[in-house]
T-cell receptor, first 113, second 113 residues
Framework: NAGVTQTPKFRILKIGQSMTLQCTQD?????MYWYRQDPGMGLKLIYY???????DKGEVPNGYNVSRSTTEDFPLRLELAAPSQTSVYFC????????????FGDGTRLSIL | DAKTTQPPSMDCAEGRAANLPCNHS???????VYWYRQIHSQGPQYIIH???NNETNEMASLIITEDRKSSTLILPHATLRDTAVYYC??????????????FGKGTKLSVKP
């Protein structure tokens, strides 16, 4: 049981490039989340999904897009990378049962130069 | 969601119990208390959660006061590997946007030999 898997672990992008951060979970969780964490700060919610085909914006969605075509996968897309998007990105999933906790991946460390 | 207050840092001797406090004086009746920790920029790790009764699992114990306005996370025998930032989060049970966890700055616990 791998839990939540994120790839890649590290990436350096040039300004204006695009990329997709991958997230997959094998726990059959309906709810999935993308957070970013800037140095010394707490996590901020970018997007979330309550099930396949359903996504919604979080606190800081600008510059990002998501899709949820399957229960397992929840990729995060950066279309035009900007230095302000340099951060560590965490994906999480949660069972539908209301008070169950979120389970997090190990993160993707992204630098935009 | 109720706001939480945690001390910014604490020290604990290896092998001793670590008691991490959290104040959540505006907690509502349907809000749970969750504890997570983050070790050196890894993904947040779920520890324990509770509503009003004390809870214990293989990692820790959670003591919630009778009025639910504060709680204490107890690591019974702290080891060097417990050095991390510990987050106390209060929120309603639920998925989707309700499942979003709002991370503050937490308590940095340093376990010393």
């Amino acid at each position: 049981n791998a839990g939540v898997t994120q790839t890649p672990k590290f990436r350096i992008l040039k300004i204006g490039q695009s990329m997709t951060l991958q997230c997959t979970q094998d726990m059959n969780h309906n709810y999935m989340y993308w957070y970013r964490q800037d140095p010394g700060m707490g996590l901020k919610l970018i997007y979330y999904s309550v099930g396949a085909g359903i996504t919604d914006k979080g606190e800081v969605p600008n510059g990002y897009n998501v899709s949820r075509s399957t229960t397992e996968d929840f990729p995060l897309r950066l279309e035009l990378a900007a230095p302000s998007q340099t951060s560590v990105y965490f994906c999480a999933s949660k069972d539908s049962y209301s008070n169950q906790p979120q389970h997090f991946g190990d993160g993707t460390r992204l630098s935009i130069l | 969601d109720a706001k939480t207050t945690q001390p910014p840092s604490m020290d604990c001797a290896e092998g001793r119990a670590a008691n991490l406090p959290c104040n959540h004086s505006t907690i509502s009746g349907n809000e749970y208390v969750y504890w997570y920790r983050q070790i050196h920029s890894q993904g947040p790790q779920y520890i324990i959660h509770g509503l009003k009764n004390n809870e214990t699992n293989e990692m820790a114990s959670l003591i919630i006061t009778e009025d639910r306005k504060s709680s204490t996370l107890i690591l019974p025998h702290a080891t060097l590997r417990d050095t991390a930032v510990y987050y106390c989060i209060v929120r309603v049970a639920g998925g989707g946007s309700q499942g979003n966890l709002i991370f503050g700055k937490g308590t940095k616990l340093s376990v010393k030999p």
